[in-house]
C-alpha cells in the first residue's frame, strides 16, 4: 500500500497533472478532514462518496472536485467522468463496503 504524504511546508505531493485520491466516505468525520488536507497541503485532485445530496454538497463546499455516489458502483461513475484511475484512497470503511 502506498500512503498519501501531505507536506506540511506548503509544496506540492507532485509535479505536472494533479494526482487523485478517492476519499470513502466524503462526508463522514474524518473524511471531511482529508478532503481539506488533499486539497489544500496536497494538492491533488479529489474525488469524494456521498450517497446524499446534502453530503455531495458538503464534500464539494470542502473543496471535493467530484463527487460520486458509494451506493452505486463506483468505475462506471468514473470512467463517465472521464478518469480512468486513482493514486490514492482513503478507505473509511473498507472497500469491500463498496466493492464487493
Not at 7 to 18: F, K, L, Q, R, V
Not at 30 to 54: H, N
Not at 68 to 86: C, M, S, T
Amino acid at each position: 500500500f502506498e500512503s498519501m504524504r501531505v507536506p506540511i511546508d506548503g509544496s506540492s505531493c507532485h509535479s505536472g497533472t494533479p494526482k487523485r485520491v478517492l476519499v470513502l466516505p466524503g462526508a463522514g468525520g474524518v473524511g471531511t478532514w482529508v478532503i481539506q488536507l488533499a486539497k489544500k497541503l496536497g494538492g491533488l485532485f479529489v474525488i469524494a462518496t456521498a450517497s446524499r445530496p446534502e453530503s455531495a454538497d458538503k464534500a464539494t463546499q470542502l473543496g471535493a472536485d467530484l463527487v460520486i455516489n458509494h451506493r452505486d458502483p463506483l468505475v462506471p461513475q468514473l470512467e463517465k467522468a472521464g478518469i480512468d484511475g486513482v493514486d490514492y484512497i482513503y478507505d473509511g470503511y473498507g472497500l469491500h463496503a463498496y466493492a464487493p
